[in-house]
Every structure is written in C-alpha cells, then in structure tokens.
C-alpha cells in the first residue's frame, strides 16, 4: 500500500496560504519559513483554512495525476488527511474529481495500518517520524523541488514525483532479491 498525503503534497494548500498571508503582511515568506501547520504567521490567519469550502478554490501541484497514476502502476495507493469536520464534503469532492476511484482516508495522528513494506509519501518530516518509528514501513518526505532542512539523515527527502517513482520501484526490486 502506498499512501500519499494530500494537503501540500498533491495540492497547493500551503502555497495558496502563504499567498494569502503574503498579500495582507505585504511580505514574501517561502515554504521555508514554515515548519508545521501551527507557526504562529499561519495561525494569525485562520480564517483561511476554516472556510469550508476551502478545497473547492486549490488547485493541484504539477504532475500530481501522472504520479498517482505512476504509483497505481506498483501498488495499492490511498490518498490520506486529516480531515476536519467541516472540510469533508469538500475534501472529497476534491479527490473524486481529480483522482477518482482513488480512496481519502481520514487519519488522525498519522495512525496508518500499514505493513512494513508499506509507504507514507507526505511533506512533514514529523509524519514520516511517527509512521516509520511505529513500524508502520516506509517514508519519503516530499520537498516539491525546494530544499527543506532535514535534521535527521534517516528520512528520505524527494523534490521530484519521479524521483519517489523510480526510488520505490528500486527498494521493491531490492526486496525481491
């Protein structure tokens, strides 16, 4: 099974925020100067994420299909997230339409069942941590292309969606041997 998060890994959720944070500050901050969802610059603007309807206006990150597509070519994929209450209907919408037939599956506390040969593709190193540490297989931290600062050499760092493709293949011949 592969499981890929959604937000900020097939989406453009947190690009479209910092826009949104950028226009109203009238300042530039990048995706480096966010570590995780509850930086305080995010948080002073929560009302960009509490709109329900907040799915309906993203839109993808390039190639975002074709590497889904790919992934369906080795195994099993589930698009995972956290979900709020009030982003369901929304969220769901938004994954039938652009990968339909591909399952959400609501995860709390990136709490995936998962064997060891598993894989967790997301772009929080804190997530790929927990699922690995759990025993729950394998992880690739999803960059986008640009440098994040990884502090633990342990985790595999991808900017590019064929890079994940060629690198699972690769560890799934490896494990064939």
């Known amino acids: 099974m592969i499981s890929v998060d959604l937000d900020s890994t097939l989406n453009t959720l947190i690009y479209d925020w910092l826009e949104y944070i950028n226009e109203r500050e009238e300042k530039h901050y990048t995706i480096n100067d966010i570590k995780c969802f509850d930086e305080p610059i995010l948080l002073k603007y929560i009302e960009y994420i509490d709109d329900p309807n907040l799915y309906d206006h993203l839109g993808l990150l390039d190639g975002a299909i074709e590497f889904i597509k790919e992934l369906q070519k080795i195994d099993d994929v589930q698009i995972v997230s956290v979900t709020q209450d009030h982003h369901l209907k929304s969220k769901e919408k938004f994954v039938a339409t652009h990968f339909p ?54 985790y595999i760092s991808m900017g590019d969606y064929g890079e994940i493709v060629k690198y699972i293949k690769m560890k799934q011949q490896q494990e064939q041997i």
Do not use: M, Q
């Open 101 to 154: 037939g591909v399952p959400l599956i609501n995860v709390k506390d990136c709490k995936l069942a998962h064997t060891k040969n598993s894989w967790l593709i997301d772009d929080k190193l804190s997530n790929i941590k927990s699922h690995i540490e759990a025993g729950n297989g394998n992880g690739i931290v999803f960059t986008n292309g640009e440098y994040r600062y990884n502090d633990n050499s342990d």
